[in-house]
């Protein structure tokens, strides 16, 4: 038996309090208040990125540029996740008064002001939090892999 595969079983007899030094020493940082499930699901994850190596560059970055997206507009969608080209116009009635949105390169276009989402927006028009691209129908793009389950 391997030594990752002896190491991962070994996980599922600690205690939480031997989860927790574990993690320590792992992860070279003091355990999170989280149960022992997550622990040793986040154990695992360390142990097994030293042997298979960790998330390829281009991935880490996206998760932190969703991560900033998140802690700034509460909406991990942007204009480059939906399919919309610059220049597009979405209208919206909502209460007797019709919206009009204009995509631009680096975010949208509402009524002069400049918005990074398309939840702003719609949380502005509506004075409560809703979906932007849900507000405006708007859908996220197709991966290749959808694409290509839609043609056969």
Same mark, same amino acid.
């Given at each position: 038996?391997?030594? *990752?595969?002896?190491k991962l079983e070994?996980?599922?007899?600690?205690?939480?309090?031997q989860l927790r030094a574990e993690w320590r020493?792992?992860?070279?940082?003091?355990?999170?208040?989280?149960?022992?499930?997550? *622990?040793r699901r986040g154990i695992a994850w360390k142990l097994q990125?030293?042997?298979?190596?960790?998330?390829?560059?281009?991935?880490r970055n996206r998760l932190s540029?969703?991560?900033?997206?998140?802690e700034k507009t509460g909406d991990v969608m942007s204009a480059r996740d939906i399919s919309l080209k610059t220049g597009t116009r979405?209208?919206?009635?909502?209460h007797d008064t019709t919206h009009h949105v204009l995509v631009l390169s680096d975010g949208f276009e509402h009524q002069g002001r400049h918005?990074?989402?398309?939840?702003?927006?719609?949380?502005?028009?509506?004075?409560?939090?809703?979906?932007?691209?849900?507000?405006f129908g708007v859908r996220k793009r197709k991966t290749?892999?959808?694409?290509a389950c839609a043609d056969d």
């Open positions: 038996m391997s030594t *990752l595969k002896t070994s996980l599922n007899e600690m205690t939480p309090s020493e792992q992860l070279r940082t003091i355990a999170p208040d989280i149960g022992p499930d997550l *622990l990125s030293r042997v298979h190596g960790g998330l390829p560059t281009a991935t540029e969703a991560l900033r997206q998140i979405l209208v919206r009635q909502w918005y990074s989402s398309l939840t702003q927006i719609a949380s502005a028009i509506t004075g409560t939090h809703w979906s932007g691209p849900r507000f290749e892999k959808q694409r």
